[in-house]
């Protein structure tokens, strides 16, 4: 047959059968015209060379397994030379894994002192702007109460809503499994150089989402480990705003958007007005295989709230 058949028939290009060639791993007969002529045990030979090269052994490490066919084996890796390229293969795969492991360990930790540096400082230029520092909280915030606007949510079904993440994707709380996944609800995120509306600070429950937001972050791995599937920021905000705060605070979990406040409008949740922009109320959700099974509300201090959530997480385990 001619090369682009025997290309054909073992899943290979042309070009990899002359590299293989050029190797010694296969000979095919020279017509008088000069052309090769490969036949089935070429074709034999060269899936041989693609399954191992698959396996991750170097093309020019198959050479004991075709010279153990060519010996008549019925298997390529019927012969001593055979399993010892298995063996130095695997040693090298070891190597590679060790490294990757390495790498994956400096990685992490660069990501928890990252996800841990939620420093309250202003830069100096900021300072001389009066710009508003929202990693920290004032002093004497109001403190939200209990006005029972989510007394009915605890054992309610989670609507099928679906809800665009941080990530790009569609997400269905109501079909989230069996596992806990906590879904903190907030007003809005500020970002620096950009006013929040008149008045922020007395309004209460109202300040202090990006230090909430920070909390959750430092906490993330304590939640997971403590029975949390997974977590999520949920605001009104659109996807965009808060991508650039998943990226600007180093969040490990994605936000999802709700701008049309659907799933307060669905649930009852409670909502409040300012400067006509209607704002989710701070709550955050415990949800199970599409249930509510634990509501936080009011929360106070946002700060402190992650902290919370993973005490109950603890005295509440599955």
Known sequence: MRISELARQAGVTTKAVRYYESLGLITPERLPNGYRNYDEDDVRLVREIRTLHRLGIRVERTRPFIECLAAGRAYADDCPASLASYREAIDELTERIEALSARRATLIANLDAAAHRCSGVVPPEEKDTGAMDYLTLPANLPVPEDDGAADHLPGTRVPGLALLDTAGRTVRLDTLGPRRTVVYVYPLTGRPGTDLPEGWNSIPGARGCTPESCGFRDHFQDLLEAGAGRVHGLSSQDTGYQREVVERLGLPFDMLSDPD???????????????????????????????????FYPVFPPNEHAEQVLTWLREHPL
């Open 261 to 295: 406040l659907t799933l307060a409008d669905a649930l009852g949740l409670p909502t409040f007005e300012v400067e006509g922009l209607r704002l989710f109320r701070r709550l955050t959700l415990v949800l199970r295989a599409g249930v509510i099974e634990h509501v």
